[in-house]
């Protein structure tokens, strides 16, 4: 028997306005790429996307197109996804920190037909117009007193939007419907695209706004520095009209300085962002003495958040810090670490232990670890295998077809993360598949070992890979960038990090270097330090 309940198909711009109706004077204030501060609001921005709207449907865009942005975090850019959505179209975010031939590559594959872009970004798309044969529209995300001059044939958006209007009503369409598109910038191989649809989209927004989640609200300021382009905004371009929340959006103001004015004038009381943009800021608020008054909560994923980080927040600023873990194929939210009443109350230090791991699944999320056999593994916070997951928001393929491998047939998704988890759930990343040094048949984790590493005074960054030897097949190297002025030794830092893993897994040898190559997305691109180092010959070989 079938429940008798009414179909409302969960589709994305019913996000919108519910935020128009229900907290339509919410503001959602943006570093404008011409320079000030804009306001606006859910009620603008829904009208605004309505406009938008019906330009593209006037000009032939129609169900299943898929239409690009590259454009740093702004109200533009929120009007822009969903009106892409709301006739039924994808929004396709294109990352500019790409090498240009890359990105031409993801919107052919793609098949992009129009572009939403940034004055900053008009340069990329000079570059590659060419190379996108099937691009229609290249539609600039500012006002005509700024239009650059170009060889192009470029629309500006402001004038479409004041030329159009909000008598538009949003396409109708089953809930699995595509609406984005998101291409991960893997370390090997070509970008694989991940196709989102608003039902995915939808769930995954409730399950981020819940209470051991992201706990949004119409009373929470939040600011998303993570930028859109970033796997899904981390499912905040979506969250935060579901609950009303309050966005200020930081444009390409990437930096200490004004990420704090931001958080400072605007009140903001909730953030998210990669390890580096924190870093950035903390080192500002050392320099110039200034206090956080009014955050109280900051999200940190997209790589491991290192202890000092957290350590500095919690006890320097009052800043309630949350690890998190994702991926873009996840919509992109895995796990947070908020603390369930297993590790309330510990002191400061066994704290900061439970906060190095990445957290535990809200629901929505399955996990499981599996050794290469795929026989599951225990949770008792020790044992470390491949980690799997399955669940509403997490893709089932990549567009095209790419990576089956990473799929099986009972839905699990491979994450190429190794991980444990403990008694009480708790994930802790330990290091990607392809990374982790298999010495005699063991693993070990480079993560583990880089986290000890950069604990060390005198090391500004660490990577460690695995080196051929005769005897164990591989064993760990580690290679670091010494902090400014320093001069650490090999012996200081073995010295250092002695006792505090276990014996075997001690590097054979430390290499010191002025740069560690990274990925677009920022993460440490191992596949070219092993390029580097080779030929490189253990003492222990
Ligand atoms: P992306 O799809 O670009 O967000 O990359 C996802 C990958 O980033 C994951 O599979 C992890 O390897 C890594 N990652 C994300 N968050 C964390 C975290 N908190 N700690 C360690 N690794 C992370």
């Known amino acids: 028997m079938l429940g008798l309940m009414q179909e409302w198909p969960l589709l994305c711009h019913k996000l919108l306005d519910y935020a128009a109706e229900q907290h339509g004077a919410r503001e959602v204030i943006s570093r404008s790429t011409e320079g000030p501060i804009t306001r606006t609001n859910y009620r603008d921005i829904h009208t605004r996307s309505k406009h938008l709207a019906k330009w593209l449907e006037g000009n032939g865009y129609k169900l299943g197109d898929r239409i690009a942005t590259l454009a740093w975090n702004t109200g533009r850019h929120m009007e822009a996804w969903y009106g892409i959505m709301g006739i039924g179209a994808i929004y396709h975010t294109l990352n500019p920190r790409l090498f240009p031939d890359q990105i031409a590559w993801i919107m052919n594959h793609a098949d992009d037909q129009a572009i939403l872009v940034d004055l900053t970004f008009v340069p990329i798309v000079e570059a590659i117009a060419e190379k996108v044969p099937g691009l229609r529209h290249i539609i600039v995300l500012t006002d005509e007193e700024h239009m650059p001059e170009s060889k192009l ?14 008598d538009f009503k949003w396409a109708d369409f089953p809930e699995e419907t595509a609406a984005g ?26 399950m981020a706004a819940l209470p051991d989640a992201l706990n949004l609200s119409s009373n929470e300021v939040l600011m998303p520095v993570v930028p859109m382009f970033h796997a899904n905004s981390w499912g905040l371009g979506m969250a935060a009209p579901l609950t009303g929340t309050t966005m200020v959006m930081p444009g390409g103001g990437m930096d200490g300085a004004s990420i704090f004015e931001l958080l400072d004038t605007e009140k ?8 580096t943009v924190w870093l950035g800021l903390l080192d500002y608020l050392e320099e110039t003495g200034k206090k956080l008054p009014h955050l109280t909560r900051v999200v940190v ?4 958040c ?6 500095k927040f919690e006890r320097d600023y009052d800043v309630e810090v949350v690890h998190a873990w994702g991926m873009t194929e996840m ?15 510990l002191d400061v230090e066994k704290t900061l232990d439970v906060k190095e791991k990445q957290g535990f699944a809200p629901f929505g999320v399955e996990m499981k670890i599996t050794d290469d056999e795929n026989k599951e593994l225990p949770w008792d916070g020790k044992t470390f295998g491949r980690l799997k997951v399955r669940g509403p928001a997490v893709a089932k393929a990549y567009y095209g077809g790419a990576g089956a491998e990473q799929f099986d047939g009972d839905n699990w998704f491979d994450t190429g993360d190794v991980a444990h988890i403990d008694q009480y759930g708790y994930m802790q990343i ?4 392809k990374d982790v040094i298999k010495s005699g048949g063991e693993w070990i984790s480079t993560i583990d070992l880089e986290n000890l590493a950069v604990g060390h005074p005198d090391v500004q960054e660490a990577a460690v890979i695995g080196v051929a030897h005769p005897k164990w097949d591989e064993r760990p190297l580690l290679i670091c960038i010494p902090r400014k002025g320093a001069t650490p030794t090999k012996e200081g830092i073995l010295g250092f990090m002695e006792g505090k893993v276990a014996k075997w897994w001690m590097p054979d040898d430390v290499a010191f270097v002025e740069e560690i190559p990274h990925t677009a997305t920022g993460k440490i691109q191992k596949i070219e330090l092993r390029k580097q180092f080779a030929d490189y010959k253990l003492p222990t070989a």
């Open 181 to 206: 598109m998101c291409y991960t910038s893997g370390t090997t191989g070509d970008p694989k695209g991940v196709l989102y649809s608003h039902r995915s989209n939808v769930i995954h927004a409730m």
């Open 430 to 433: 330990t290091d990607r598949a």
């Open 268 to 275: 903001v009381t909730f953030t998210a962002a990669v390890p």
């Open 301 to 304: 994923g997209g790589a491991a």
């Open 331 to 345: 919509s992109p939210l895995g796990s947070l670490g908020s603390i369930k009443p297993e590790y309330g109350g």
């Open 153 to 166: 044939d470029l629309i500006c958006y402001e004038t479409l939007i004041a030329e159009s209007d909000a």
């Open 306 to 311: 290192p202890r000092a980080i957290t350590a």
